[in-house]
Every structure is written in C-alpha cells, then in structure tokens.
C-alpha cells in the first residue's frame, strides 16, 4: 500500500518530499531525482532551494517534455525546468535531462538509454492529471509502456491552457517517460493539491489497477509516497486509516 500523508497545504508536501529528497542525497550524493513539471511539484522544489543542500553531485530527469514547441519557448519544458529547478538548485545544465533533445524520432530511445546510463531514478516525483495521467500517459496508456511520443487529451491541454495566451497554443503531442519506466524508479513521491484532483487521486490509491486511469499503476510499486492537501485527499475512503498510520508512525521509519 501506499503511504498516503493528508497535509493542511502544500508548502507543508513541498517541505516533507524535500526532507525525503534531503535524506535520499546524505545517503547517496550521486543520487538521481525524476522531476516533474506543471504546478503540483513547485512547494517541493521551493522547500528544496531553502535547505541550500549540496547537490553538486546529483543527475536529474524530468518526465516529460511539449513535442512542436520551441525548446527555447518559456512554456516548454526544457524552459521550465531551468527556471524551476536547475537554477534555483544551483545545478548545472549537464545535470539535468530533459526528454526530446535532438531528432524526434531517436529521442525516446536516447532517453531510455540515458536513465540506465544513470542507474536509474532513486526518486520520482509525480503530479497527476485530472484525468489520471502521470507523466504524460493519458487514459489508455500501457502499463508497461516506455519513452515515447503520445497525443494529449482535450481535457490535458485545457487544464494547461492556463501556461499559454490560448488553449490553440497548448501542443497536441508529447514525449513521456512510460508508465513501465516510471514503475522503474525506486521510490515513487506523488504529489496532489485542490479539489480538481480530488478524484484522480481518489482513483489512483483506491481504484481499480487499469490503463484507463494511468496513476493507479502506483498501486504495482513497492514504495509508494502519496501527499495531498485536505482538498485533494477529499475523496479517498480511506482517509482516516492514512492518518491514524501517520500519526503512529514509528520514528524509524522514514517516509
Ligand atoms: C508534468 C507531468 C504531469 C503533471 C500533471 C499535473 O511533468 O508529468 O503529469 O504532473 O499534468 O499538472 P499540474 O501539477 O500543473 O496540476
């Protein structure tokens, strides 16, 4: 089972998943964090500038990245990730990797190959869609899918519409870690805030284990940290359980 942590916001995730990452890189300081984009992971990379770790030595991969955006353009993932994460950590650009560089259509393989070159992602954060997407593997998605090219959903690009002057804007293709790539990292941290992923969320913990609703694929992982706020945690039957195991958690365990 997942671990599943309700907490009263988002700063509060962003500072608990940055004390996992803190934990994960004094044990390994060449450990080797799976990013993500979109709103939901921001707390998290804030908490993470304010412990001023040293981080000279990790790798990074993002998750996914706009196929037919410029990688230059301030919306595409490459920009993101720079802005959000690889700035403010203080890394340097070869430290980080984001998917689609060069022709399209060696990419996905390249990356493949570059997170084993790695030895794989120690940590992966993850956001959720509304429609249940992790990464960007919409509804649908092969549970052993790899790196590949994917065509977003309607609902995908007008929930991101708010990044672009008008949802025409939003791309239509992606490239994406699999969810079978994902499944690879050794500790999955997904991330939930508002009461639009109320639902997703709900699906991906309790639900049926189904392609039609990518996250529950989660539910196959052996180590598992989900943190939601009130709202997003709002539809999960078994909320109280969560919190009577968090709070008799045993100070040895880490998250
Ligand atoms: C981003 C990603 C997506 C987002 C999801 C939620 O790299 O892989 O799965 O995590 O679309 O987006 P936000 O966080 O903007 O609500």
Not at 83 to 97: D, F, H, I
Not at 160 to 183: E, K, S
Request: hydrophobic letters at 45%.
């Amino acid at each position: 089972m997942a671990e599943v942590v309700i907490l009263p916001d988002r700063e509060a995730a962003g500072m608990l998943a940055a004390g996992a990452i803190a934990e994960l890189v004094a044990r390994k300081p060449d450990a080797v964090l799976g990013v993500a984009t979109g709103s939901t992971p921001l707390p998290v990379y804030r908490a993470l500038t304010r412990l001023r770790l040293d981080l000279s030595r990790i790798r990074a991969f993002a998750l996914d990245e706009y196929v037919g955006l410029p990688l230059e353009h301030p919306q595409s993932y490459h920009s993101v990730i720079e802005r959000e994460v690889t700035a403010p950590l203080g890394l340097e650009p070869a430290q980080v990797a984001v998917p689609g560089d060069g022709p399209i259509e060696a990419a996905s393989e390249d990356y493949e190959r570059a997170i084993a070159a790695a030895g794989g992602v120690d940590l992966q954060l993850l956001g959720i869609g509304t429609d249940g997407h992790i990464g960007f593997n919409e509804p649908g998605s092969s549970l052993a899918s790899r790196t590949r090219i994917k065509t977003l959903t309607e609902q995908t690009r007008r929930d991101n519409a708010r990044f672009f002057a008008a949802v025409d804007d939003v791309p239509r293709h992606c490239i994406t870690q699999g969810l079978g790539t994902i499944r690879e990292a050794r500790h999955l941290v997904l991330l939930a805030f508002g009461d639009e992923k109320a639902d997703a969320l709900a699906a991906a913990v309790e639900g049926p284990v189904t392609a039609s609703l990518p996250g529950s694929v989660i539910q196959l992982h052996p180590r598992v940290t989900v943190l939601v706020d009130e709202a997003a945690g709002s539809r999960l039957v078994h909320a109280d359980y969560y919190r009577y195991v968090y709070a008799n958690k045993p100070d040895w365990q880490r998250l």
